[in-house]
């Protein structure tokens, strides 16, 4: 009988132990209470702007985009446990020429006409919501605050506030923080490959996306905060044989989901 109990407990022994998380990420945490507030003013804003042109809400992908956006999630906030706090919630538009976005304390916004656009498959979505929910998990525009602040000779009392001012009308500083908008726009990327691979999304299809963006139109802008589509594409391409290996082992590696509190 104890034989039989040793079998039993070594049988479900991976089901009911995680994986630790493959990740060791510390990201920025400053600034957390003014990112949650300007979060919020920009929140009503789009969401005041969607409603007007009466493209608030998904209608096409509602169950589809939901569903990707639990499994990212999932994986992303079980990576980095500390970006369990932010307020997770994607916000469906169809906005035509929006793309997808990401708000610092965790609202995700996507036009279901960007999906149609691009004619985007479930992957490519997964890669696309990964990437935003990197950009969160990341504290992106935490960075962004902290480098601006150190290129400005702003008081010490300069808030966030402050910062968002000045980038909106000082061009040379735009200029100046390009080149570090556009790494953070590579590791989103990166990561958003990793996060999609770990929920389950072969990162050969997920990468789809960047094909696409790399032999579409070009976007051509004075302050190029964006990295060029070939060069972003170039830079993931980097990183599927790590991203190959997490897809492989997903199973083992994510949260279980009836584990989730
Ligand atoms: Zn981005």
Request: hydrophobic letters at 45%; proline letters at 5%.
């Amino acid at each position: 009988m104890r034989r039989f109990f040793m079998a039993m407990l070594i049988a479900y022994l991976p089901v009911l132990t995680r994986a630790a998380p493959v990740f060791d990420l510390q990201p920025n945490t400053h600034w957390q209470t003014e990112l949650r507030a300007k979060s919020e003013e920009l929140l009503a804003q789009r969401e005041a702007e969607a409603r007007k042109a009466n493209a608030f809400g998904c209608e096409r992908y509602c169950t589809m985009l939901d569903e990707i956006f639990a499994r990212v999630l999932r994986v992303a906030t079980y990576q980095v446990p500390g970006s369990a706090k932010h307020d997770w919630q994607l916000i469906v538009t169809r906005m035509p020429g929006d793309e997808a976005w990401a708000l610092p304390d965790g609202h995700i916004f996507i036009s279901e006409e960007f999906i149609q656009r691009k004619n985007l498959n479930t992957d490519e979505i997964a890669f696309v919501l990964a990437h935003e929910v990197s950009h969160v998990v990341l504290a992106h525009e935490a960075d962004m605050v902290d480098i601006v602040r150190s290129l400005v000779p702003f008081g010490v009392t300069a808030s966030v506030s402050d910062v968002y001012a000045t980038l909106d009308f000082d061009m040379g500083l735009l200029l100046r923080i390009a080149p570090m908008m556009s790494d953070m726009e590579l590791e989103a990327d990166r990561m958003g490959l990793m996060f999609a691979a770990l929920s389950g999304n072969d990162p050969d299809r997920t990468i789809g996306f960047l094909r696409k963006l790399a032999t579409g139109p070009r976007h051509a802008s004075v302050a190029a905060t964006h990295p060029e589509e070939r060069r972003r594409l170039a830079a993931a391409e980097q990183y599927l044989p790590i991203a190959r290996r997490l897809y492989a082992l997903h199973d083992t590696l994510s949260p279980q989901k009836s584990l989730e509190p």
